[in-house]
């Protein structure tokens, strides 16, 4: 394969939190080495809860702020270090979408000047050129040029003030977009069309994403390849087949397991699967693996050497010196499946339910690191 | 309208089974809402809710699912009695055979919090960041009985931290909530709601602000309570997932409307109404391999402004007629305890 569209190695992003008076208080250790690759027309999920650092490490991609250390290279750019001009210029083919449209459009412009901003800002065509680009770009993510040009976002719905974001984003031919919950505020008739949208520029346009959610099923359904990370630091990634599949890392089964499913006849997700207790502060992350605080398949081992992401089946990578591997697909699924296939509209499951470590008659397979 | 009591939960344990039974004793459901309609009135008039008709049996989870503008937290707040001055309330809403509407404020108060309670959405938002947790959850207790000691009210306190898992209860007690995480704050909003033992919890998309991790947490102490309380619970959800987990009944509802009532494992296995079917096509499945395209269904919900002839989902829905667009379905029983409004049911041979 020739070089990767985005190649991130070693990243690393910190804050330091001060206390009383300006005083250091500690230093939160956001992003810690983390290293990944987006191929061209790849996209590459990205999921983690809530102070995982998914977002500080998107943030570092873009060098907004600058990151404390590590390398991000774009179309063959190093990014970290260059100079404002020449990093603004590198930057051009990789756009942003984030959560709230409402936010991140200014309410007072009309969509037309929202799209055509970054066309100006890079001085691209004439005023005439950028107008026919304008509806152009506005026509292809499913807006009326006519209808919605000169609306200001209040005058639009949720979905279509994104549909204007992802219309900016697309204003200056990217290779690139990085989706920050992108989708995760609307509704789900609307999730589904700005989804499928996403999905239609994805193979008519080529461009990549580096899709960022905390909805695993939303990220599975985008997803060529998937990275599952966890206080700062990637502990798993593969792609999204298998990772889903055969999840390797106890935390993405955790993840799995948490997940309540659409369909009743699937035993009561959550239920007795539900990790303890809540992610560690990242100001003082556990020592050796972060996660060993809530895994149930901790051992000693696991405080003192923080475990290498290590490819353990194709691809297919874990940062766990106890893994969890599914062997064969838990036969009563297949079973209940075929019984009930053709009148239930929800979509029969492929994927039997992960045995987790936790329910003590069905021990997971443990492969030992060699 | 059935009062679905009849049988017991399909999650089946027989706590639950001798709850149910107890609950259906004592005669009617526990709430019951007939034809509400709540209007705000502004610059226009907005029906955020329009003859919506359902009952809670006691101690059943009733999940209400719906999108942005679909009523369903409207409907619940106007059960509260927490909407504004601008919002016009009409219909019935019995409580235990007591008439919410137009009660005067004080009787309104001691039931509010006292026999029916909620939790919301941000709980950071809902709690005092000024107040230490516990003088929050023992002003909760001595807002509904004034008698309580002091003491007695720790006690009570404690108690209630240590029933919804609140780890090292004695060491929050004297803690603010910025201290908490956003699911442990959570937990201390389920211990003040439960303070004076309701009948009926709202839980108003109580967990979608909480990680998934969090989220299974505290839907499984929702309903590990639920059982040992006997309480019914409304629980407003956009989440199908999760109304298809924890809840006996699912209501859908599109445009003010309830559009399919029934128990969740029917509701689930025999989609009728064209809306639900579109919201569960709509939904990314783990199940599913990636890039697979979604059945999406395009268009807007409707202008609640603009009075609804027909069918509010007409105008988006794949088997809409003319009839549709002109004739409002009627929502009712169509099927044992299955309930829809739909001119086109799916999977349902037209009637001649």
């Known amino acids: 394969m020739s070089e990767p569209l985005l190649e991130v190695s070693n990243l690393v992003q910190e804050f330091t939190v001060r206390g009383g008076g300006g005083v250091k208080a500690g230093v939160v250790h956001a992003v810690s080495g983390v290293s990944f690759s987006v191929e061209p027309g790849e996209t590459l999920g990205l999921v983690g809860e809530t102070g995982s650092g998914k977002s500080t490490l998107a943030r570092a991609v873009l060098q907004a702020p600058r990151p404390k250390s590590g390398s991000v290279r774009f179309r063959g750019t190093e990014l970290v270090g260059l100079k404002h001009r020449q990093l603004v210029r590198a930057r051009r083919h990789m756009q942003l979408v984030f959560q709230d449209p409402f936010g991140s459009l200014d309410p007072k412009w009309r969509a037309r000047a929202l799209v055509e901003e970054p066309l100006v800002a890079f001085k691209v065509g004439s005023k005439g050129e950028r107008r026919r680009r304008v509806d152009e770009l506005l026509d292809v993510v499913g807006l009326d040029p006519s209808r919605f040009g000169n609306r200001r976002p209040r005058e639009l719905s949720g979905g279509q003030a994104q549909r204007v974001a992802i219309a900016r984003a697309l204003a200056l031919d990217p290779s690139l977009i990085i989706c920050d919950e992108a989708v995760s505020s609307l509704d789900v008739l609307i999730r589904a069309q700005v989804l499928n949208l996403l999905e239609r520029l994805r193979s008519e346009l080529g461009l990549a994403y580096l899709f960022i959610a905390h909805d695993l099923a939303l990220v599975k359904q985008v997803s060529d390849r998937v990275a599952v990370m966890y206080l700062g630091k990637v502990v798993e990634i593969g792609p999204a087949d298998s990772l889903y599949r055969e999840p390797l890392h106890p935390y993405t089964v955790a993840l799995l397991a948490s997940i309540p499913s659409p369909d009743p006849e699937q035993p009561q997700a959550p239920v007795g699967k539900a990790i303890h207790g809540e992610p560690p502060s990242p100001i003082d992350p556990p020592s050796g693996c972060r996660f060993r605080t809530r895994c149930p398949r901790a051992q000693d081992l696991c405080a003192t050497l923080e475990p290498p992401l290590r490819e353990l089946a194709a691809n297919h990578y874990a940062a766990c010196h106890f893994p969890v591997t599914v062997d064969a697909p838990a036969p009563e699924a297949s079973a209940e499946e075929a019984a009930r296939a053709e009148s239930t509209p929800t979509v029969p499951v492929a994927t039997p339910t992960v045995p987790v470590a936790t329910q003590p008659s069905r021990p997971p397979t443990v492969r030992r690191p060699s | ?352």
């Open chain 2, 1 to 352: 309208m059935s009062a679905n009591d009849a049988g017991p939960a399909a999650t089946g344990e027989p706590a639950v089974v001798s709850q149910a039974e107890e609950g259906g004793a004592a005669g009617g459901p526990l709430l019951e809402v007939t034809d509400l309609r709540v209007d705000f009135h502004g610059a226009r008039t907005v029906r955020a809710v329009d003859g919506l008709s359902y009952t809670v049996p006691r101690a059943r989870t009733v999940a209400l699912i719906g999108e942005s503008g679909s009523g369903k937290t409207v409907s619940s707040r106007a059960i509260m009695g927490l909407l504004p001055e601008s919002a016009r309330v009409v219909g019935s809403i019995r409580f235990e055979g007591e008439e919410l509407i137009g009660l005067p404020e004080p009787k309104m108060r001691s039931i509010r919090g006292g026999s029916i309670a909620m939790i919301f959405q941000d709980p950071a938002r809902s709690l005092n960041p000024t107040m230490r947790i516990g003088a929050q959850i023992t002003e909760a207790i001595h807002t509904h009985d004034r008698s309580v000691s002091d003491a007695a009210a720790f006690d009570h306190a404690i108690e209630l931290m240590e029933l919804v898992r609140l780890p090292a209860a004695r060491e929050r007690f004297r803690q603010y909530p910025h201290q908490l995480s956003g699911g442990m704050r959570q937990r201390v909003m389920i211990a003040m709601a439960l303070s004076a033992r309701p009948k009926l919890l709202i839980a108003d998309e109580a967990t979608t602000a909480l990680d998934v991790t969090t989220q299974a947490q505290i839907m499984e102490l929702l309903r590990d309570l639920q059982r040992r309380l006997g309480m019914a619970v409304i629980m407003i959800s956009h989440d199908l997932g999760l109304a298809a987990s924890f809840a006996d009944d699912v209501l859908v509802m599109y445009a003010g409307r309830a559009v399919e009532r029934a128990p969740t494992r029917k509701l689930f296995s025999q989609v009728r109404m064209q809306y639900t079917r579109a919201l569960l096509g709509a939904i990314p499945r783990l199940e599913n391999p990636p890039h697979l395209p979604l059945a999406a269904v395009p268009g807007q919900p409707p202008d609640l402004s603009v009075q609804q002839l027909g069918c509010p989902f007409a105008p988006r829905c794949p088997a809409a007629s003319q009839k549709c667009v002109e004739v409002r379905p009627p929502f009712a029983e169509q099927e044992p305890e299955h309930l829809w409004a739909c001119w086109h049911p799916a999977g349902v041979e037209p009637r001649s």
